[in-house]
């Protein structure tokens, strides 16, 4: 059993950044972020693949760029840098974590993560 707790959203301006975190209890395999704004479907942002001592980033096209995911394997966690942030990243973020790949290319209706975090609000003002 795997247990996923994020941290670090809020309330910031557009233009500013945020780094949430993922605590993970538990093995994890591949993490990923998701986003579910309100009145949509949850969205992949950014997934992390560990083959040893390098890392395979994946994003979604929407945050490229602006966004970077990251890992402490050491402490068991995942991060998420946000920089120049903008009212459309409003959302709910959650964490997860799967045996299988997170990227941009997978269907997570049909084929959802293991885990799920509980979620943390990030809101963007204009």
């Known amino acids: 059993q795997v247990e996923l707790v994020e941290s670090g959203g809020g309330l910031v301006q557009a233009g500013g950044s945020l780094t949430l975190s993922c605590a993970a209890s538990?093995?994890?395999?591949?993490m990923g972020w998701f986003r579910q704004a309100p009145g949509k479907r949850r969205e992949f942002v950014a997934g992390?693949?560990?083959?040893?001592?390098?890392?395979?980033?994946y994003y979604a096209d929407s945050v490229k760029g602006r966004f970077t995911i990251s890992r402490d394997n050491a402490k068991n966690t995942g991060l998420l840098q946000m920089n120049s942030l903008q009212p459309e990243d409003t959302a709910v973020y959650y964490c997860?974590?799967?045996?299988?790949?997170?990227?941009?290319?997978?269907?997570?209706?049909?084929?959802?993560?293991?885990?799920w975090g509980q979620g943390t609000q990030v809101t963007v003002s204009s």
């Open positions: 538990g093995r994890t395999f591949n």
């Open positions: 997860a974590t799967d045996k299988d790949l997170l990227s941009e290319k997978r269907d997570y209706v049909k084929v959802p993560p293991d885990y």
């Open positions: 992390i693949r560990s083959a040893g001592i390098i890392s395979y980033t």
